[in-house]
């Protein structure tokens, strides 16, 4: 029980967060490099989640698309936590594939987003072990379910357009609970050009 109430709260804190960018979406000049605000990102990140239920670390990784519609600003991914490294297949292993709403404040060296939203949760977990004929048989159980995700992004970009930064999420469903903190490497569509 304790779990899902500082779910709810991490849910509740990300989503209240970040206040919306209010700023133009006017073309600007850096160098000689033409770059255009409020511009949709791709997100790569990778790091460590609680799983509640058992207790224990994990991997994870998330893929992200962050989009705008009119004012609205969305993102849709692939987030994965699992006892073993992404491309390593595991019994114990929780797939999103999420769509999310959020906000986002973007100045020239850092980006701050937050989103929430809806998740397809599906994979399997730890159901129980028993010994058989002097081995440890451990039995899983497979799910596929709906649950929510957020996410807060914070990245610090070197160069307007290309970022590295930390973020912290929290995965909830029925079977498979996760928060957890990922490192991310941030690509957005602001280039525009040169100045020749």
């Known amino acids: 029980m304790k779990s899902w109430f ?7 804190v990300f989503s209240r967060i970040i206040v919306a960018q209010e700023n133009s979406d006017e073309e600007f000049i850096i160098g000689n490099k033409i770059y255009k605000p409020n511009a949709n990102w791709f997100k790569m990140a990778q790091g460590i ?12 990784t ?12 969305f993102q849709a991914g692939y987030h994965v936590s699992s006892s073993r490294f992404f491309i390593r297949p595991s019994m114990q292993r929780l797939n999103d594939i999420f ?11 850092v980006n701050v ?3 929430v939203g809806l998740a397809f949760a599906y994979g399997g977990t730890f159901h129980h072990a028993e010994w058989n004929d002097g081995s440890l048989t451990e039995w899983y159980i497979g799910f596929n379910q709906p649950g929510f995700i957020t996410t807060l992004d914070v ?6 357009d290309l970022g590295i930064g930390f973020s912290a999420f929290a995965s ?3 079977r498979y609970n996760v928060v957890g903190l990922q490192l991310h490497i941030y690509f957005s569509g602001a280039y525009q050009g040169k100045i020749e």
């Open 62 to 73: 998330l893929l992200s698309y962050s989009f705008r519609i009119k004012k609205y600003w």
């Open 49 to 60: 989640s609680y799983h509640f239920s058992l207790g224990q670390l994990e991997h994870n």
């Open 99 to 109: 769509m999310m709403y959020g906000k986002r404040k973007e100045t020239q060296k």
């Open 155 to 160: 990245t610090y970009k070197p160069i307007y």
């Open 172 to 174: 909830v469903n029925k």
């Open 6 to 12: 500082f779910i709810i709260i991490c849910l509740l």
């Open 113 to 115: 987003a937050a989103f």
